[in-house]
């Protein structure tokens, strides 16, 4: 899992993406709370390498569920 | 003029080219410009504001029904050898680079070589080739250079808005049409040298099947220009030995060209972006930042350019080469 300061400064931006108050966006946050669509997703990808300095696939992003699913995404990426 | 081919440079396949240099450029926009507002009947205001936000489209030239790519390249072509002064019989050849030829056969650039009224003996085909095409043609020029040509125009344009679904919102807001001719002859001793590369397993993200509509997978389109064209505009960096004074990326979405111009750690200065007035017009996009963007300085400069194209193939080129003083680098309106 991403170290917990990259994760918090990289839920702030996210949150800032989807357009969300920045509170509600932690691991618990549902994506099926927003209109989590294509543009959100490739938001998303570039968001992540930014943060995290990988890239992830579109389609694995977009089935994510969650907060919690897409840092494990991050994390299995960065794991490899 | 010397040609030389080296794996080693890099993890990718480089060349380089001698004694050719860029005369001038010209690109033509059509005439009729529409704003995000234009596309209310299609979409919601929300949803224009979604997709524009994130592709920084502000306004985009579309050609009328009946207007064409050789429509485009010809006055571009016209207006540049006029310009120059060049007489079409000096021209060795036309090569058009695009993927929104007039029809399937014959070569697009057979009509344009007649309607310039070029010489008998001027070879005239197509390349079809999209986002990273300029760059390809830039190479293949100055290659066909290298077995004898002295004088080439190069034409790169689309007329994408054609081959749009009007109800597709990944693509109807994001292209516009525009044509471009460049004249690039023997003279000099200036280096060209290029970085090509191909990835066909993603050749389905952006397509067009028979009779239908452009498709774009967006997101596997997003994820392979971060993946690949970072990599590429470091390496291009590499093989010139040093940066270069402008980095002209193909006008694909201004989400992923501030991603790659942080990424790259490159000044904004340096990295000229058009996409809110032109939209992405494929082919034509590096052509239009040299006729827009560049062009009060390269009438009286020199300047390093490291020209990079990507996208639809997956296809990707980076071309880096000295440009300016040119003669001319306009950009015009189709009469």
Not at chain 1, 32 to 43: M, P, Q, Y
Not at chain 2, 170 to 197: C, K, N, R, Y
Request: net charge negative; glycine share 8%; hydrophobic share 45%.
């Amino acid at each position: 899992m991403p170290t917990s300061e990259k994760t918090i400064a990289f839920l702030v931006e996210l949150a800032d993406i989807l357009e969300v108050d920045p509170a509600r966006v932690t691991v618990d946050f549902s994506f099926s709370e927003i209109d989590w669509d294509s543009l959100a997703v490739v938001s998303s990808i570039a968001l992540i390498d930014e943060h995290f300095d990988v890239i992830v696939g579109g389609q694995a992003l977009s089935d994510c569920g969650g907060v919690s699913d897409l840092l494990a995404l991050v994390a299995d990426k960065l794991g490899k | 003029m010397s040609v030389s081919h080296d794996y080693q440079t890099t993890a990718k396949s480089s060349y380089s080219l001698n004694g050719i240099r860029i005369a001038g450029v010209v690109a033509c926009l059509p005439q009729q410009r529409f704003d995000n507002e234009f596309f209310v009947d299609y979409f919601s205001s929300e949803e224009i504001l979604n997709v524009t936000k994130s592709s920084g489209v502000v306004y985009r030239h579309q050609v009328p029904q009946g207007i064409t790519t050789a429509d485009l390249c010809t006055q571009a072509a016209s207006h540049l050898l006029d310009r120059l002064g060049w007489h079409p019989a000096s021209l060795d050849g036309v090569v058009l680079m695009t993927q929104t030829p007039n029809q399937l056969l014959p070569a697009t650039a057979c009509r344009i070589h007649n309607r310039l009224g070029l010489s008998k003996h001027a070879f005239a085909f197509d390349v079809n080739l999209g986002c990273s095409a300029y760059p390809y043609g830039l190479w293949l020029a100055g290659s066909l250079m290298s077995s004898g040509a002295r004088r080439i125009l190069l034409l790169a344009g689309d007329t994408i808005s054609c081959i749009l679904n009007p109800h597709d919102r990944a693509t109807a807001l994001l292209f516009g049409d525009a044509g471009s001719a460049t004249a690039i002859e023997q003279q000099g001793d200036d280096s060209w040298s290029f970085l090509l590369g191909t990835d066909g397993s993603g050749a389905d993200a952006l397509q067009v099947l028979p009779g239908g509509f452009l498709s774009m997978d967006g997101s596997r389109v997003f994820e392979f220009t971060l993946t690949e064209v970072p990599q590429l505009v470091q390496s291009i960096d590499l093989l010139h030995g040093k940066g270069h004074d402008h980095y002209l990326l193909h006008q694909a979405n201004h989400l992923i060209l501030q991603h790659i111009r942080r990424k790259c750690g490159i000044n904004s200065e340096k990295f000229p972006i058009n996409i809110d007035r032109f939209g992405n017009t494929s082919s034509a996009t590096l052509p239009l930042l040299l006729t827009s963007n560049l062009r009060d300085e390269l009438i009286v400069n020199r300047r390093q350019l490291a020209l990079v194209g990507y996208g639809v193939g997956f296809s990707w080129a980076a071309a880096s080469l000295p440009v300016g003083p040119i003669a001319v680098a306009d950009l015009i309106e189709l009469n």
